[in-house]
């Protein structure tokens, strides 16, 4: 791979995106699915914190501005085909998810039993409401 401008090595989508998924350095836990743009991977690389695109608001969005739960880098990673990226980061307090949980995937697919389908259950519970974390809760 060579090193002239490490953001042009990016596939980005389209729309000039790319899926980033946040990892906790001490457990190896997938926290949270997001998206970047050149433009936040920069700042990322920059500030040493996680900053991401919000697709609904159109904006950066470094994680944490609004609820303290910053996630400071400690690796980017770029994966085999070079369209996804992987921020290995500390999840200060704890909390990746808006909903207060320690993570976004907390939905669990239970099997299936005896003629009923499988079900979505709620593996983690809510560590700090919503209510306590931002202004305008989600």
């Known amino acids: 791979m060579s090193n002239s401008n ?5 596939k980005w989508d389209k729309d000039g995106l790319a899926p980033v998924i946040a990892q906790d350095i001490h457990s190896g836990q997938i926290l949270m699915l997001a998206w970047t743009n050149r433009e936040a991977l920069s700042a990322t ?3 040493q914190r996680a900053v991401y695109w919000s697709r609904s608001r159109q904006q950066l ?17 770029l994966d085999c085909d070079n369209d996804a990226l992987c921020y290995v980061v500390e999840q200060i307090g704890g909390i990746a998810c808006h909903t207060g949980r320690p993570n976004c ?20 519970e809510i560590v700090k409401s919503p209510d306590e974390m931002y202004r305008n809760p989600k």
């Open 61 to 77: 969005w470094r994680k944490g501005e609004e609820s303290g739960n910053v996630q400071q880098l400690h690796d980017i990673y």
């Open 105 to 124: 995937f907390f939905q669990r697919l239970a099997p299936a039993q005896s003629n009923t389908a499988p079900t979505w259950q709620i593996s983690s």
């Open 6 to 10: 490490w953001l042009d090595q990016v």
């Open 45 to 47: 690389q920059k500030e």
